[in-house]
């Protein structure tokens, strides 16, 4: 059984580990370039683009200058959140959505503002039909959420809000919801690529992905779609879609490693009636992909000692990774409020019933992950994060970290830098970490990561510690 999450200290007082809702609002807009969005807050909510542009994303059009900025905001105070704001409120949305590069605007709310109960909707609705593009309130359900519920709940408000109806479907194209587009760099390029290329090996047509760094055209496509394909980053909408279209959907894991990669394809394709390519696809997938192996487990990865931090839904590919390439995993940190933690247990992992599926296959499928961890940080303050980190260092208790940027800079362990935010490393290429392809690059990190570590640490220890 999973260790319950460390108590934190009641003295602690620093931030916790995590990115704010603000921040989430950002990043979805940063991965629809014709989207623009008011947020109705004090002018911080504005310099937290900074958290996404020029930091986590070199790609990022969020604040071109010249130009206006994709993410603005009221300029709220104390004083002005008691006034009636409807007329000041409609008069920036107007002026975004007249913008002529304006695909959809949205508009959310800090708490302070959120509490006064200002009518979105209907100042949305007066816009929208002024300016005849869309404009939506984004629904704001917790005072406490955090950066993925923010993407999400975007994502929600234009699969209730966009203008689609169901066409006419042609029975082999399919749409993905919940993809965590962060950035416009090669690692999500390469995701992306990765879905098409499953989806093409299927016989099916990616007809949209929510989101993709494309503008709010392509996500109009979904209208085209047969089937919705629900990933974590965004369930309601997913089924929001599945009901507005009348089509089916499938809640489907991140192909994240190769376990979770197998059951992805074959769930795809006994959902399409594609069942027999799904398993060729994987198949010759595992024979690209297996030999490959053969050195770095025994002679680099066998026994090693894992660490991750992070968004939860990549945790279960984290420990079927571990469990496939020899490693353990006694530390992982989940860098979220705990209901996305909860919420990446809610999808049971397993396989087509009553469908053939060869042994080898199968037991790859159904591997085994890592056992729990004995150290689990769920939503740490960041003290406490980096405190643990330190420790498990010192004590020469992990050898590799896999960690975004809230452990990247530990001292002592090796590290490979991954998902929301990545501060320090960069896609300049196409490079996965979604699918078959994505886990050999990830293992390839890994690899160097440790590698690299090793001989740093040789070399501080040949160096002189002083005087002769």
Same mark, same amino acid.
């Given at each position: 059984?999973?260790? !319950?999450?460390?108590?934190?200290?009641?003295?602690?007082?620093?931030?916790?580990?995590?990115?704010?809702?603000?921040?989430?609002?950002?990043?979805?807009?940063?991965?629809?370039?014709?989207?623009?969005?008011?947020?109705?807050?004090?002018?911080?909510?504005?310099?937290?683009?900074?958290?996404? #542009?020029?930091?986590?994303?070199?790609?990022?059009?969020?604040?071109?200058?010249?130009?206006?900025?994709?993410?603005?905001?009221?300029?709220?105070?104390?004083?002005?959140?008691? $006034?009636?704001?409807?007329?000041?409120?409609?008069?920036?949305?107007?002026?975004?959505?007249?913008?002529?590069?304006?695909?959809?605007?949205?508009?959310?709310?800090?708490?302070?503002?959120?509490?006064?109960?200002? %009518?979105?909707?209907?100042?949305?609705?007066?816009?929208?039909?002024?300016?005849?593009?869309?404009?939506?309130?984004?629904?704001?359900?917790?005072?406490?959420?955090?950066?993925?519920?923010?993407?999400?709940?975007?994502? !929600?408000?234009?699969?209730?809000?966009?203008?689609?109806?169901?066409?006419?479907?042609?029975?082999?194209?399919?749409?993905?919801?919940?993809?965590?587009?962060?950035?416009?760099?090669?690692?999500?390029?390469?995701?992306?690529?990765?879905?098409?290329?499953?989806?093409?090996?299927?016989?099916?047509?990616?007809?949209?992905?929510?989101?993709?760094?494309?503008?709010?055209?392509?996500?109009?496509?979904? #209208?085209?779609?047969?089937?919705?394909?629900?990933?974590?980053?965004?369930?309601?909408?997913?089924?929001?879609?599945?009901?507005?279209?009348?089509?089916?959907?499938?809640?489907?894991?991140?192909?994240?490693?190769?376990?979770?990669?197998?059951?992805?394809?074959?769930?795809?394709?006994?959902?399409?009636?594609?069942?027999?390519?799904?398993?060729?696809?994987?198949?010759?997938?595992?024979?690209?992909?297996? /030999?490959?192996?053969?050195?770095?487990?025994?002679?680099?990865?066998?026994?090693?000692?894992? =660490?991750?931090?992070?968004?939860?839904?990549?945790?279960?590919?984290? #420990?079927?990774?571990?469990?496939?390439?020899?490693?353990?995993?006694?530390?992982?940190?989940?860098?979220?409020?705990?209901?996305?933690? $909860?919420?990446? $247990?809610?999808?049971?992992?397993?396989?087509?019933? =009553?469908?053939?599926?060869?042994? %080898?296959?199968?037991?790859?499928?159904?591997?085994?992950?890592?056992?729990?961890?004995?150290?689990?940080?769920?939503?740490?303050?960041?003290?406490?994060?980096?405190?643990?980190?330190?420790?498990?260092?010192?004590?020469?208790?992990?050898?590799?970290?896999?960690?975004?940027?809230?452990?990247?800079?530990? %001292?002592?362990?090796?590290?490979?830098?991954?998902?929301?935010?990545?501060?320090?490393?960069?896609?300049?290429?196409? $490079?996965?970490?979604?699918?078959?392809?994505?886990?050999?690059?990830?293992?390839?990190?890994?690899?160097?990561?440790?590698?690299?570590?090793?001989?740093?640490?040789? #070399? !501080?220890?040949?160096?002189?510690?002083? /005087?002769?």
């Amino acid at each position: 059984m999973p260790s !319950e999450p460390l108590s934190c200290n009641d003295e602690d007082l620093s931030l916790r580990a995590t990115l704010p809702r603000s921040t989430g609002l950002s990043l979805a807009v940063n991965a629809i370039p014709d989207a623009y969005l008011l947020i109705d807050a004090p002018h911080c909510a504005y310099r937290r683009l900074a958290y996404v #542009q020029g930091n986590h994303d070199l790609e990022s059009t969020l604040a071109l200058v010249p130009g206006v900025p994709r993410v603005t905001n009221t300029e709220l105070s104390p004083l002005k959140v008691i $006034r009636n704001r409807d007329a000041e409120l409609k008069e920036a949305l107007t002026a975004l959505a007249s913008h002529p590069g304006a695909g959809v605007v949205l508009v959310d709310a800090v708490a302070m503002a959120l509490i006064t109960a200002s %009518d979105y909707g209907r100042i949305c609705a007066s816009v929208s039909e002024e300016t005849a593009r869309p404009v939506l309130p984004v629904p704001h359900r917790s005072l406490t959420g955090d950066c993925l519920h923010a993407y999400a709940e975007v994502m !929600e408000a234009l699969a209730a809000g966009l203008p689609i109806e169901k066409r006419s479907g042609a029975g082999h194209k399919i749409a993905i919801v919940g993809l965590l587009w962060d950035r416009n760099e090669g690692d999500l390029r390469g995701n992306l690529s990765e879905l098409q290329r499953i989806a093409a090996a299927l016989g099916l047509e990616l007809v949209a992905t929510w989101f993709s760094g494309h503008p709010t055209t392509d996500l109009l496509r979904v #209208q085209e779609a047969d089937l919705v394909v629900s990933l974590p980053h965004g369930r309601r909408a997913a089924r929001e879609l599945s009901r507005r279209l009348g089509i089916p959907s499938i809640a489907a894991e991140l192909p994240f490693g190769v376990s979770s990669t197998i059951r992805f394809v074959l769930s795809i394709g006994a959902a399409t009636g594609r069942f027999e390519a799904a398993l060729a696809f994987v198949e010759r997938e595992l024979a690209e992909v297996l /030999p490959r192996l053969k050195w770095v487990v025994p002679f680099a990865l066998l026994h090693r000692r894992l =660490g991750y931090v992070g968004d939860p839904h990549l945790f279960r590919g984290m #420990q079927e990774i571990a469990a496939l390439l020899g490693c353990t995993l006694p530390f992982a940190a989940f860098t979220n409020v705990p209901a996305h933690e $909860r919420a990446s $247990r809610e999808v049971t992992a397993g396989l087509p019933d =009553g469908i053939p599926i060869p042994e %080898d296959v199968c037991a790859l499928a159904m591997l085994e992950p890592a056992k729990a961890p004995d150290t689990r940080l769920v939503y740490p303050h960041a003290r406490e994060l980096n405190d643990t980190l330190q420790g498990l260092a010192r004590a020469r208790a992990l050898d590799l970290l896999v960690t975004n940027s809230f452990g990247f800079l530990t %001292d002592g362990i090796a590290t490979v830098e991954l998902g929301f935010p990545s501060y320090h490393t960069h896609a300049l290429t196409d $490079r996965p970490f979604l699918g078959m392809r994505g886990f050999l690059g990830l293992a390839e990190r890994m690899v160097n990561a440790l590698r690299a570590f090793e001989v740093r640490s040789a #070399q !501080e220890r040949s160096r002189p510690r002083g /005087p002769a």
